[in-house]
């Protein structure tokens, strides 16, 4: 433990900004079919490194079968705030979870990222034994431990009981229990963030592990059977005070992204099909009169492929749908990206004003018919994916593996694992990074990114900036 807090954590997003560039970016690798343990691998990112855009480190886990998915760290920006009691903890553990093993691995990145290591490993039993979830999913550091969001309830196949949030020590990394106290009409779960100060969290639906597992199950989504609503809580009193329906037809709200800036009370929902025109959507949701709002204030059309282009999931449809994966805001609130798995489209808006975005950059790589390779010859499978923005907001990250069963159904022909950059402009408009392209181990697939120093999809602010 530090005795002054850590550099790393800043109490405004333009504090956040004006921080040294980032050095490392952490990506977890999966084995689709399991033949090797999953990884972590760290990757310098350092312009005129000579190491620059490659792997020098990594921390291969003793298990398999565990499917990496998303991760993030023990603590970070919300350790200001004014309620915590951990505001000399340092941004130093990783925290990794097994989507499908429901297994837990804690990655020390000290002294030196060269040098992570494995500190400790929660086992599925310890959390299914506190908790009665499993499957856990999305990580945040709040300001007084670790939440962890789970896809899956109790059983064998995760069914029994809705999946929900649980705590862990910050300190100890011991699981204390479930989160919510009363959780309404909530069944589904999926992505969650908040605003400490104004005391909300926001949560979204994907769907129960059956719906998942094995792969998209096409019965159900053409009979609108997954999520396709957002719940907003109590923060402090942890119960759910508001449930909107987005409509049936508007299935798998995943991610969730409120602006950095606390004074200001709305946030983004990306929404990844519309079964009854294959569109993609991003929302917009605000507070007004003590009651939460929201609203489709973006859509993206699918794309017509030829038969021969698609594969056999999508051949009835003639076109390849945007599949909104990933989206992700720059610290300053200004540009959401959007990622765009299907088309292989990576979109950057200006939500200036959040209730209208306005389409300011566009690059293109990989998608399921346009298989657009990289500026540097290289093919780009997959699509665009798991998006990371570095603080300042010039460079943006992505990698291209959505869930192992997916990748397989959407991309038939395989998913090497790959990861680039894209230079974006002070006033709209990306570039991909021809220098920029980073190779996996045979075998590996890559999922979501994390920066050293913190980053947009990991911080939560206390302070508004000025």
């Not at 499908?100 to 039993?125: G, L, M, N, Q, W």
């Not at 769907?207 to 053409?222: R, S």
């Not at 204030?297 to 999508?314: C, D, F, G, R, V």
């Given at each position: 433990?530090?005795?002054?807090p850590?550099?790393?954590?800043?109490?405004?997003?333009?504090l956040?900004?004006?921080?040294?560039p980032?050095?490392f970016?952490?990506?977890v690798?999966?084995?689709?079919?399991?033949?090797?343990?999953?990884?972590?691998?760290?990757?310098?990112?350092?312009?005129?490194?000579?190491?620059?855009?490659?792997?020098?480190?990594t921390?291969?886990?003793?298990?398999?079968?565990?499917?990496?998915?998303?991760?993030?760290?023990?603590?970070?920006?919300?350790?200001?705030s004014?309620?915590t009691?951990?505001?000399?903890?340092?941004?130093r553990?990783l925290i990794?979870?097994?989507?499908?093993?429901?297994?837990i691995?804690?990655?020390?990145?000290?002294?030196?990222?060269?040098?992570?290591?494995?500190?400790?490993?929660?086992?599925p039993e310890?959390?299914?034994?506190?908790?009665?979830?499993?499957?856990?999913?999305?990580?945040h550091?709040?300001?007084?431990g670790?939440?962890?969001?789970?896809l899956?309830?109790s059983?064998?196949?995760?069914?029994?009981?809705?999946?929900?949030?649980?705590?862990m020590?910050?300190?100890t990394?011991e699981?204390?229990?479930?989160?919510?106290?009363?959780?309404?009409?909530?069944?589904?779960?999926?992505?969650?963030?908040?605003?400490?100060?104004?005391?909300?969290?926001?949560?979204?639906?994907w769907?129960?592990?059956?719906?998942?597992?094995?792969?998209?199950?096409?019965?159900d989504?053409l009979s609108?059977?997954?999520?396709?609503?957002?719940?907003f809580?109590?923060?402090?009193?942890?119960?759910?005070?508001q449930?909107?329906?987005?409509?049936?037809n508007?299935?798998?709200?995943?991610?969730?992204?409120?602006?950095?800036?606390?004074?200001?009370?709305?946030?983004?929902?990306?929404v990844?099909?519309?079964?009854t025109?294959?569109?993609?959507s991003?929302?917009?949701?605000?507070r007004?009169g003590?009651?939460?709002?929201?609203?489709?204030?973006?859509?993206?059309p699918?794309?017509?492929?030829?038969?021969?282009?698609?594969?056999?999931?999508?051949?009835?449809?003639?076109?390849?749908p945007?599949l909104?994966?990933?989206?992700?805001?720059?610290m300053?609130d200004?540009f959401?990206?959007?990622?765009?798995?299907g088309?292989?489209?990576?979109?950057?808006y200006?939500v200036?004003?959040?209730?209208?975005?306005?389409?300011?950059?566009?690059?293109?790589?990989?998608?399921?018919?346009r298989?657009?390779?990289?500026?540097?010859g290289?093919?780009?499978?997959?699509?665009?994916?798991m998006?990371?923005?570095?603080?300042?907001?010039k460079r943006v990250y992505?990698?291209?593996s959505?869930?192992?069963?997916?990748?397989?159904?959407?991309?038939?022909?395989?998913?090497?694992?790959?990861?680039?950059?894209?230079?974006?402009?002070?006033?709209?408009?990306?570039?991909l990074a021809?220098?920029?392209?980073?190779?996996f181990?045979?075998?590996?697939?890559?999922?979501?990114?994390?920066?050293?120093?913190?980053?947009?999809s990991?911080?939560?602010?206390?302070y508004?900036s000025?």
């Amino acid at each position: 433990m530090n005795i002054r807090p850590d550099p790393t954590f800043h109490a405004s997003p333009k504090l956040a900004m004006e921080a040294p560039p980032e050095s490392f970016a952490y990506t977890v690798l999966l084995s689709p079919d399991a033949s090797k343990p999953d990884a972590l691998a760290v990757i310098d990112v350092k312009p005129g490194s000579s190491s620059y855009g490659q792997i020098v480190h990594t921390v291969t886990m003793p298990n398999k079968g565990d499917e990496f998915h998303h991760f993030g760290w023990n603590a970070c920006s919300s350790a200001l705030s004014p309620l915590t009691g951990h505001a000399f903890l340092e941004r130093r553990y990783l925290i990794i979870p097994g989507m499908r093993s429901s297994r837990i691995y804690i990655v020390d990145t000290k002294p030196d990222p060269t040098k992570a290591a494995i500190h400790k490993i929660i086992e599925p039993e310890e959390i299914f034994r506190k908790t009665g979830y499993s499957r856990p999913h999305t990580v945040h550091c709040g300001p007084e431990g670790i939440y962890i969001s789970t896809l899956g309830g109790s059983g064998k196949d995760g069914t029994d009981g809705p999946p929900g949030v649980f705590i862990m020590d910050c300190e100890t990394f011991e699981v204390l229990g479930r989160w919510e106290l009363d959780r309404g009409s909530q069944q589904l779960h999926y992505d969650f963030w908040w605003n400490l100060p104004r005391d909300y969290m926001v949560t979204s639906e994907w769907a129960l592990p059956p719906q998942f597992e094995n792969g998209i199950v096409p019965e159900d989504l053409l009979s609108n059977k997954y999520g396709h609503r957002i719940h907003f809580w109590d923060l402090r009193a942890r119960r759910n005070v508001q449930t909107i329906d987005l409509g049936a037809n508007h299935q798998m709200a995943l991610e969730v992204r409120p602006a950095h800036d606390p004074v200001r009370e709305y946030g983004f929902l990306g929404v990844v099909v519309d079964t009854t025109n294959l569109e993609g959507s991003i929302w917009t949701w605000w507070r007004e009169g003590g009651k939460f709002h929201i609203e489709k204030t973006a859509t993206i059309p699918p794309e017509p492929a030829a038969k021969e282009q698609l594969p056999p999931l999508l051949q009835g449809f003639g076109a390849v749908p945007p599949l909104v994966s990933d989206i992700d805001l720059s610290m300053d609130d200004k540009f959401l990206y959007v990622a765009c798995w299907g088309t292989g489209e990576m979109r950057q808006y200006n939500v200036n004003e959040p209730r209208r975005p306005k389409l300011a950059g566009s690059v293109r790589i990989g998608g399921i018919a346009r298989r657009t390779p990289h500026p540097n010859g290289k093919a780009f499978a997959g699509g665009p994916q798991m998006v990371e923005i570095s603080r300042d907001g010039k460079r943006v990250y992505w990698t291209n593996s959505l869930y192992s069963t997916w990748d397989d159904q959407f991309y038939p022909d395989g998913v090497p694992g790959a990861m680039v950059m894209a230079n974006a402009k002070p006033d709209g408009g990306l570039e991909l990074a021809s220098n920029y392209w980073v190779n996996f181990p045979d075998g590996y697939r890559a999922h979501q990114i994390r920066l050293d120093g913190g980053d947009c999809s990991t911080d939560s602010f206390c302070y508004p900036s000025v």
